[in-house]
């Protein structure tokens, strides 16, 4: 697809949604207009989209603008997506079940998975995760199946509670905690094996900034990617890796998961 279309695609779908607010989103009881939209706006970025025309679209301040609003719609979605499961899982006669059959579980294993081999991690290790969402299901992953100690840092206090309402429910309250707080609190940076940061973090940029000035030297950080499609975009204008974060590795699992995660240490 030429870049020109990408771009227009792109200005046509921002207009389409610049009335809708985050809380329109989040106050939303009948998804499925939004879930059009979803679907719609994963399609505007072409999956074999060259580096060299991606680089062209973020040139263009049109075009900034734009991935701003449909960055905010992209994850108050994925948020109001999170609710939705977590009061399903919570509700269920048979909780882990209704887990084990939502469509993306064995992505999340399989994504999981090959962080915990491929990581520092080892059973009993302590993992902080930034941005844990209303359905945690990284720390619940971890701790279930690797016997990792994980808390979870959420700032939305609705979101929280349901988290800790959805731990109750899975009986992993003992074993995943979670706080209502950001990364703005340097107290809690202590003795972690793994800080990990949620692809729902916002803004990204402020948060690897503030982590490059409090973390100790050595400290092990990931976080997770999109390098194919739509979600490329949307971090790539606004994300400045800080200096002192030293490369350890990249993993990707392979289809049908999208993601590939990244290690650092602090330097």
């Not at 989040?26 to 072409?46: A, E, H, V």
């Amino acid at each position: 697809m030429p870049t020109d279309t990408v771009k227009q695609n792109i200005i046509n779908f921002y207009f389409s949604i610049k009335h809708i607010t985050k809380d329109t989103i989040l106050q939303n009881r009948d998804s499925s207009n939004l879930d059009t939209i979803y679907n719609k706006m994963m399609q505007l970025i072409p999956s074999d989209l060259s580096i060299d025309n991606l680089n062209s679209l973020l040139n263009d301040q049109n075009i900034i603008k734009a991935i701003k609003k449909i960055d905010m719609y992209y994850t108050a979605y994925s948020i109001l997506k999170e609710l939705e499961l977590a009061h399903f899982i919570i509700k269920s006669k048979n909780p882990w079940e209704a887990l084990n059959n939502y469509k993306y579980y064995h992505n999340y294993v399989k994504l999981i998975k090959a962080e915990f081999n491929e990581s520092r991690l080892k059973e009993g290790d302590n993992v902080l995760f930034l941005g844990s969402g209303p359905c945690p299901l990284t720390p619940i992953l971890l701790s279930s199946l690797y016997n990792i100690n994980c808390t979870g840092i959420e700032q939305n206090g609705e979101a929280a509670k349901i988290s800790m309402d959805l731990l109750i429910a899975l009986d992993l309250n003992k074993k995943v905690k979670i706080l209502n707080g950001d990364h703005y609190d340097s107290s809690i940076f202590d003795n972690w094996d793994l800080i990990m940061i949620g692809e729902s973090v916002r803004p990204k940029n402020e948060c690897f900034e503030y982590l490059s000035k409090t973390l100790k030297t050595g400290s092990l950080v990931s976080h997770r990617i999109n390098e194919k499609g739509f979600k490329r975009i949307l971090e790539t204008p606004f994300f400045h890796l800080p200096e002192n974060f030293q490369l350890e590795t990249k993993i990707y699992p392979g289809l049908p998961v999208y993601n590939t995660a990244i290690f650092y240490t602090i330097k």
